[in-house]
Structure formats: structure tokens, C-alpha cells
């Protein structure tokens, strides 16, 4: 008897579980697969279902369980590893292959105004451009970190504002 009243339960809040699964997700034909895995589940776990409990409660937290699952899944999946040696390019935008001549003529403006900097601000910045570390960085210059850290903060405020013309709006 109380595993046809669990199922009639199960049954009488199918609408409610689907308009969270599409909340969810916001696809019908997913929200339809998290109905059924929520289904098959609380189904499952049946014997775990207290009777002192919120019924609706219980089954929307397998369903939430089961989707976040599912996201975490998909998103360990998407992660990819890049082998290459050119690892500078693996944050680089791919939607030029070639440099207009509006990037190349930023690109100049660019250097010229690192150029114009001391080279005790200079050295540090272009470092630091080149992706090496502050440790590194005043390893190689024999100076303390935190001399380092304020030469390439004074270095980029200085190139932000001498090239404020550029910005992005």
C-alpha cells in the first residue's frame, strides 16, 4: 500500500518537477531527461523516503542534485589540456587571424610609449608582459619584490594614461 501511494505522490507532481527541470535547465527535450532521471531515481530510493518528511521537498532536492551532477560532469568534459609549446596563445582570441591595421598601428603606439620609460620601469614591465613572475623578475633585476610590484603598477598607470585615446568605451 505505501509503495502505490508513493508512486500516486510521484505521479501527482510530475508538472512541478517538469517546470523546475526547465527552469533548470531552460530546454524542453533536457528537462524532459532530468524529469525521467529524477523519476528513476526517487524511485530507486524509495525505502530512503521517510514518512515524517516533505515528499515534494524530497524529490526536488534529487532533482537539483541531479543537475548540478550533470553540470559538473559536462564541465569537467569541456576542460582541454594544450600540449603545444606556444602556450602564450592558449587565452588568445581567435577572431583574427590577422592584425588589422588599426591593431598594428595600437601595436606601435604601444611600444613607443613603453620605449619612453626608464629602463628601471621599463625592464620590469616588458618582464612582466613576457609573463614572468615578480620573483623572477627581481631575481634577475636584484631588487626586493615589492620594488618590482610598485615599477610595473607605476609602469602600467603611466602607459594607461598615455594612451587614454585608445581606450575602449
Known amino acids: 500500500m505505501l509503495h502505490q501511494l508513493f508512486q500516486q505522490q510521484l505521479l501527482g507532481i510530475q508538472a512541478h ?9 531552460s530546454n524542453r527535450e533536457d528537462a524532459s531527461d532530468l524529469l525521467q532521471d529524477t523519476t528513476l531515481k526517487a524511485l530507486d530510493n524509495e525505502e530512503k523516503y521517510r514518512d515524517n518528511t516533505n515528499f515534494k521537498g524530497w524529490v526536488f532536492t534529487i532533482m537539483r542534485n541531479i543537475f548540478i551532477n550533470n553540470y559538473r560532469r559536462a564541465a569537467k568534459n569541456c576542460v582541454s589540456l594544450d600540449d603545444s ?28 610609449a613603453i620605449n619612453s ?17 615578480y620573483s623572477e623578475i627581481a631575481a634577475r633585476m636584484k631588487l626586493p619584490v615589492g620594488t618590482i610590484k610598485s615599477r610595473i603598477f607605476y609602469a602600467r598607470h603611466k602607459l594607461q594614461r598615455m594612451l587614454k585615446d585608445y581606450a575602449v568605451r
Open 117 to 133: 620609460f626608464p629602463e628601471s620601469y621599463r625592464i620590469p614591465f616588458s618582464m612582466a608582459i613576457a609573463g614572468y613572475q
Open 17 to 25: 518537477l517538469y517546470n523546475f527541470a526547465y527552469m533548470l535547465t
Open 85 to 112: 609549446e606556444d602556450s602564450y596563445q592558449l587565452n588568445a582570441p581567435d577572431t583574427h587571424v590577422y592584425p588589422s591595421p588599426d591593431n598594428s598601428y595600437t601595436i606601435v603606439e604601444v611600444q613607443k
